[in-house]
C-alpha cells in the first residue's frame, strides 16, 4: 500500500502543484486585493454597512450635517491616459513571451484565463488626454448612491426638497468635483434641480489650504530619503517587482514605470466597472498588491497624514472651524457639503485624531503593521466621505451630541463611547483649532503663499551668500 503511494506521488505532485499555485484571478470569487487598492479603490468594494445599526441614537434626534466628500471615481491624468500605447506594446510582449518565447514560468504563472484577457485587452479609444482627471459615469453614481443613501438614515435632516438657506454646497474649481456636487444633489433633489454651490474664492483656503502653503509642499513625502522612497529602494520592494516580470514571461526586470503602469490601469478599470474584471489585475498576486499598497500607504502618511503631523494637521484650520460653527450653530445653514479631493480628506481626519496609529509608518516596518489604521484603501478611497451629523437629545445631561462618519462606519475616538461624542468635549478636544487664528495658524513658516516661499527663498540665498562670503 505504502509502496503504491509512494509511486503515485511523483505523479500527483505536479498536478497539485499546478492547481494550488496558479492564482487566478478571472476565476477568483473573493478578489480580497481589489480591496486594496489605495487611493484608488471603488467606494463600493470598502464602504461600511455599519451605519445601519449606528445611525439612530435612542433619545436623541438628529439636526444637523456636515459632509467633507473626496470627488468619485475619475479618468487618469492625461499624462496616464497618453500611455495607453505603451500598454498595448506591453499586453504584446507578455503574450509572445508565453505563447512563442515559451517563456512561462514554473510557479505564480498566469492562469490561462487571465492570459486570454490580457490578450483580448483593448484600451477604450474614446478616452482623450483633454480629459484629465475627469469623473466617470461610474464616478457620478457614487455620489448620487452616498447622497440617496444619507437621506435614507437621515430623511428628516436631508429632505428632497432643495432649499438654498437650508442647504449649503460648495466644490472646488474642477471638473470632477463640479460633477460631484451635481450628482449629489441629484441623489438628494432628483434631477433638474434648483441646487446651485455657492462661489468659489480665487484663492480657496477653505477647501485646498495645501495648494497655497509653501512649507506644506516642501516636505518630503516621496522623495529621495523619505520613507516612501527608502521602501521602493529596498529588497522586499525590489523582488516584487522581478517576481511580477517573472510571472508575465520576462527573463529581466522590467522598469519599474511599466509596472506601475499595469498596476495603475488594473486599479482604475476596477473602479470604473466594479462588477467587471480588469485584466491587468491579472498580472499581479494578491500578496504583491498588498506590498504597493503599502507604498501608496507611506506616501499618503507622509504628504497628508500623521508623518508630518506639526504641518498637516494644521493646513484644514479654517476647514474644522467650519464645522464646528455651523454645528454649533442652531440656525440654518442645517446641512454643508463639501466636494473636494483626497489631500482635503486626508488632512481633515489627520486634524482631528482619526485612525491614528501608535507606531509611526516606517519602510522597515511593514511585516509589524498589516493592521494598520492608516490604511488609504480604508479611509481615503474614491468619493471617500467624512459626514458630522449633530444630535438633539432633550433627555440627556449633555444635550448635544455628534457622531462622525467615515465611509459609513461610526469614528471611534476613544473620548466618545462607541462612536458617540459629547458635543462640549468635542469643543474641547479641538479647542486649539477652534480659537486659533487660521492666517497665522495656517502655514508656520510664512503665512500666506506666494509671499513665504518668496521670503523664505529670499533667506535662503541670503544665507547661502554669506557661507560663500565666510568660506573665502
Ligand atoms: C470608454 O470611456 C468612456 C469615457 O469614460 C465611457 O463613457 C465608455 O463607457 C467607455 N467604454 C467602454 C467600452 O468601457
Ligand atoms: C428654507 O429653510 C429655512 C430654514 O429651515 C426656512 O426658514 C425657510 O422657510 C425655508 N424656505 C422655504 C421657501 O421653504
Ligand atoms: C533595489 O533596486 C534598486 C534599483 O535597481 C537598487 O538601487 C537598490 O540597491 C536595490 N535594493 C536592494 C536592497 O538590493
Ligand atoms: C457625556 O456627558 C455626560 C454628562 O455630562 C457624561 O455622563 C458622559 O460620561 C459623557 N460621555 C463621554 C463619552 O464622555
Known amino acids: 500500500m505504502r509502496f503504491l503511494l509512494l509511486l503515485l506521488v511523483p505523479l500527483v505532485a505536479p498536478l497539485l502543484v499546478d492547481g494550488q499555485e496558479d492564482y487566478c484571478f478571472g476565476k477568483d470569487s473573493d478578489r480580497p486585493q481589489t480591496a486594496q487598492f489605495a487611493s484608488k479603490t471603488a467606494y463600493q468594494i470598502v464602504k461600511s454597512s455599519n451605519i445601519d445599526k449606528q445611525y439612530l441614537v435612542p433619545g436623541c434626534e438628529a439636526k444637523k450635517m456636515w459632509v467633507f466628500h473626496r470627488h468619485g471615481t475619475r479618468l487618469p491624468k492625461s499624462g496616464t491616459i497618453k500611455k495607453a500605447s505603451r500598454l498595448i506594446e506591453l499586453r504584446d510582449q507578455i503574450v509572445k513571451n508565453y505563447r512563442e518565447a515559451k517563456t512561462k514560468p514554473d510557479t505564480n504563472a498566469l492562469c490561462t484565463e487571465d492570459l486570454i484577457a490580457i490578450q483580448l485587452w483593448k484600451g477604450n479609444s474614446s478616452i482623450t488626454p483633454d480629459m484629465d482627471e475627469f469623473l466617470t459615469s461610474q464616478g457620478y453614481d457614487d455620489l448620487r448612491g452616498t447622497a440617496k443613501l444619507y437621506q435614507r438614515y437621515y430623511p428628516t435632516v436631508l429632505p428632497k426638497d432643495y432649499n438654498d438657506t437650508y442647504y449649503q454646497f460648495r466644490h472646488t474649481d474642477t471638473q470632477r468635483t463640479t460633477e460631484s456636487f451635481k450628482a449629489f444633489a441629484e441623489g438628494l433633489f432628483g434631477t433638474g434641480n434648483a441646487a446651485h454651490p455657492v462661489d468659489i474664492p480665487k484663492d480657496d483656503l477653505l477647501l485646498r489650504p495645501y495648494d497655497y502653503c509653501q512649507s506644506y509642499k516642501e516636505l518630503n513625502y516621496k522623495g529621495e530619503g523619505s520613507e516612501y522612497h527608502k521602501y521602493t529602494q529596498s529588497a522586499l520592494w525590489n523582488s516584487t517587482l522581478a517576481d511580477i516580470s517573472t510571472r508575465l514571461g520576462y527573463l529581466y526586470t522590467l522598469d519599474q514605470a511599466d509596472i506601475l503602469l499595469m498596476y495603475d490601469t488594473c486599479r482604475y478599470e476596477q473602479a470604473w466597472q466594479v462588477d467587471r474584471?480588469?485584466?491587468?489585475?491579472?498580472?499581479?498576486?494578491?500578496?504583491?498588491?498588498?506590498?504597493f499598497e503599502y507604498a501608496e500607504d507611506l506616501k499618503y502618511y507622509y504628504g497628508s497624514g500623521y508623518g508630518f503631523e506639526e504641518d498637516t494637521a494644521r493646513l484644514n484650520c479654517r476647514l474644522v472651524q467650519d464645522m464646528l460653527t455651523h454645528l454649533s450653530n442652531p440656525v440654518s445653514p442645517h446641512?454643508?457639503?463639501?466636494?473636494?479631493?483626497?489631500?482635503?480628506?486626508?488632512?481633515?481626519?489627520?486634524?482631528?485624531?482619526?485612525?491614528?496609529?501608535?507606531i509611526k509608518l516606517r519602510a522597515d516596518n511593514y511585516n509589524s503593521l498589516t493592521n494598520r489604521r492608516w490604511k488609504t484603501s480604508i479611509l481615503g478611497p474614491f468619493a471617500a466621505n467624512f459626514v458630522a451629523v449633530k444630535y438633539d437629545c432633550p433627555a440627556a445631561l449633555d444635550k448635544e451630541k455628534a457622531?462622525?462618519?467615515?465611509?459609513?462606519?461610526?469614528?471611534?475616538?476613544?473620548?466618545?463611547?462607541?462612536?458617540?461624542?459629547?458635543?462640549?468635549?468635542?469643543?474641547?478636544?479641538?479647542?486649539?483649532?477652534?480659537?486659533?487664528?487660521?492666517?497665522?495658524?495656517?502655514?508656520?513658516?510664512?503665512?500666506?503663499?506666494?509671499?513665504?516661499?518668496?521670503?523664505?527663498?529670499?533667506?535662503a540665498s541670503f544665507l547661502l551668500a554669506a557661507v560663500v562670503y565666510l568660506m573665502h
Open 277 to 291: 474584471t480588469s485584466v491587468w489585475c491579472g498580472a499581479f498576486l494578491p500578496e504583491q498588491v498588498t506590498v
Open 403 to 459: 457622531v462622525f462618519f467615515l465611509n459609513q462606519d461610526a469614528v471611534q475616538l476613544d473620548w466618545c463611547s462607541v462612536g458617540l461624542c459629547n458635543w462640549s468635549e468635542v469643543l474641547q478636544r479641538y479647542k486649539t483649532l477652534a480659537d486659533a487664528n487660521c492666517d497665522e495658524y495656517f502655514c508656520r513658516s510664512g503665512a500666506s503663499s506666494l509671499a513665504g516661499g518668496a521670503l523664505s527663498s529670499l533667506l
Open 335 to 358: 446641512v454643508i457639503a463639501h466636494f473636494g479631493h483626497t489631500t482635503g480628506l486626508q488632512t481633515l481626519i489627520t486634524a482631528l485624531g482619526v485612525r491614528k496609529d501608535d
